[in-house]
């Protein structure tokens, strides 16, 4: 019975060590709204260039970011959670949270003041949810709710995915359904018969290279905003053509 009893204590103080609550200090206070309809159908597209969110793998749950929070698109593709604060309105679903990506701008108006529908004019952390996301946290009368968030390590599906758009000697690549850190903060390209060819962010997602690069198979270097360095090698085929889009089963590591 002591040995029993031993045991259960040292397991009860397991349990303590291993949980941490999270801190206050990790939680930002922002504001939340929707938009994109019951089916989510208009969240497609957007400024970082997803175009279809489900085949770019981020599906319904994403929001698009103020312009804050959207950092010129360096943002596109990060993970957030967010919990309604229910210490501020009444309006919210207790107990509820959900983690959406990043993967759209939601623009200034500077017609409307900040605190009366000028919801994302800066310096405002706002996130303009898909509906079926933000129905998770609020009732949709609310229209506007304040919510507490962090940035979290992205869960996705497969690996990197390469689309290819531009011409001659000016390749345009958006690179998706990247996991941990969700982003890129650097990116270099290899052809066949090229040394490594620094790229630089055009818009959104989309990375930018001018060099002569077609017959080649193509290989990618990326550092990702949370410093994760990979290589991945000749991704692309030498035969590929403008438009295409090639997925990998390389993923940055968890």
């Keep these: 019975m002591a040995a029993g009893m031993r045991f259960l204590q040292l397991f009860a103080a397991v349990l303590a060590f291993s949980f941490v609550p999270a801190k206050s200090d990790y939680w930002h206070q922002a504001y939340a709204t929707f938009y994109g309809g019951a089916d989510g159908a208009e969240t497609m597209g957007g400024a ?18 103020s312009t804050v929070l959207f950092n010129n698109g360096l943002s596109c593709g990060q993970c957030y959670l967010i919990t309604c604060d229910t210490s501020k309105s009444n309006m919210c679903k207790p107990g509820t949270s959900i983690t959406v990506s990043a993967t759209n701008l939601c623009p200034p108006n500077w017609a409307l003041a900040n605190d009366n529908g000028g919801w994302c004019n800066p310096p405002r952390e706002h996130f303009d949810m898909s509906q079926p996301a933000w129905e998770n946290l609020a009732i949709y009368r609310a229209g506007i709710v304040p919510v507490l968030y962090q940035r979290v390590t992205c869960q996705r599906q497969g690996g990197l995915r390469f689309t290819i758009s531009g011409f001659n000697y000016f390749e345009l690549v958006l690179v998706t359904n990247i996991a941990m850190s969700g982003s890129i903060k650097s990116m270099s390209v290899k052809g066949t018969n090229t040394a490594w060819i620094p790229m630089s962010q055009n818009w959104g997602a989309n990375w930018q290279c001018l060099a002569g690069l077609k017959g080649q198979a193509l290989s990618f270097a990326i550092t990702s905003s949370g410093g994760q360095y990979k290589v991945f090698q000749d991704v692309v085929p030498a035969w590929w053509l403008f438009g295409q889009t090639f997925s990998t089963w390389q993923q940055f590591d968890y």
């Design 48 to 65: 970082c260039g997803y175009d279809n969110l489900y085949a770019a793998g981020y599906g319904l749950n994403n929001a698009a970011l």
